[in-house]
């Protein structure tokens, strides 16, 4: 069974008051699921938010990294997935500082990478 988080019980609730089928032993696959049908998790609020379906935005050119890692060793891993993604043609745009993250995982840092990919052709 799986972990009855928050975000859990809410898809539950949502699952059965739309007739959603209920996959209580895979959360990955149940929150497709209710993502396919317009549901959203709203984390600022706590709750799955219906979404009306409207035309997508273009998607970005950019691609975006979060390094999660070990605060003594996190900038050094951003700094070596920067040079494999330049010898691979990647330009990096922009590198965040390093965040903590807050506890229990304060141990633990993230850094954003944001690169554009090779040139066509």
């Known amino acids: 069974m799986a972990k009855m988080t928050k975000k859990f019980a809410s898809a539950l609730i949502v699952a059965r008051r739309e007739g959603i089928p209920e996959n209580q032993n895979n959360q990955g696959e149940f929150y497709q699921l209710l993502q ?3 549901y959203f998790w709203n984390s600022l609020i706590g709750k799955w938010e219906f979404v009306a ?69």
């Not at 494999?84 to 993230?110: G, I, M, N, T």
């Not at 850094?111 to 990919?117: H, Q």
Request: proline share 8%; hydrophobic share 30%.
């Open 36 to 38: 396919g049908k317009g």
């Open 53 to 121: 379906d409207e035309p997508a935005d273009e998607p970005t050119e950019f691609v975006r990294l979060r390094v999660w890692a070990d605060t003594e060793i996190v900038s050094e891993v951003a700094d070596d997935l920067t040079k494999v993604l330049k010898k691979l043609k990647f330009k990096l745009q922009d590198r965040s500082d390093a965040y903590r993250c807050r506890p229990p995982k304060q141990a633990e840092s993230r850094i954003y990478l944001t690169f554009s990919p090779p040139e066509k052709g």
